[in-house]
């Protein structure tokens, strides 16, 4: 198996194609199940519905970065950022149409624009917490597997999966929440996704070190960001 730059790396395979499209899917989707939070058990704890999607953003990052390196992460990071921008101000704009002429409908119209206005506030903070944490996630792993050697993938992916979720999570919640929650419950939340998006990491492990090393051999690559720019604004 090769170990190889990204300026040595051959045009997209339809692999790297279908975990982009995966990515921004999750992205999305999480974005819109923001705002539907619930209750942990019986604990005075919530969580929200995000946290069913959006971890698997981040498993898919890991594999970007490991296989394909981080500029090519990066490079789906900012479209899905892209993506998710092109939802809200969408959203945005159907919830400004004016009302149905049924009045039977006025109420479906009032649910949409309830649920729906809410989506470029949680976006814009999801944009800016996301593309920072990713960003962190990405980079954290990148330099772990330059500095190891490659050695470790399991505890490099939970180390760079805690550094990126723990900065998403202190920059979306205060500003998504700020004035809606009490801010003993925004930090609750902080600390639940965090340690349930970690805890969602290390019970998947197994199948992102399997599909890691399956992707390695399917791909032929194996990349180490040697003497790179880490600045995110940087893909070439």
Known sequence: MSEINPSGQKGLSVIFLGLAVTFCTCLVASNLFVPRLWQVGKLPLQLSGAVIIFPISYIINDL??????????????????ILSAFIALAAQFIVWLPDPLSPENQEVADSFNRLFGLVPRTTVASLLAFVLGSQINSLVLS??????????????????????????????????????????????????????????????????????????????????????????????
């Not at 970007?64 to 950022?81: D, N, S």
């Not at 330099?143 to 979720?165: C, H, N, P, Y």
């Open 64 to 81: 970007l970065t490991e296989v394909y390196g981080y500029r090519r992460a990066m490079t789906v990071i900012w479209m899905g950022f």
């Open 143 to 236: 330099r772990m597997k330059v500095a190891t050697k490659g050695r470790g993938f399991g505890w490099r992916a939970i180390l760079s999966t805690i550094a990126g979720e723990l900065t998403d999570s202190l920059i979306f919640y205060p500003l998504a929440f700020a004035g809606v929650l009490p801010a003993s419950a925004i930090l609750g939340i902080i600390l639940t996704q965090v340690t349930v998006k970690t805890l969602y990491e290390v019970i998947v492990l197994p199948l992102t070190t399997f599909l890691s090393r399956r992707l390695k051999a399917k791909e032929g690559i194996d990349t180490y960001d040697n003497n790179i720019s880490y600045n995110p604004f940087k893909l070439n």
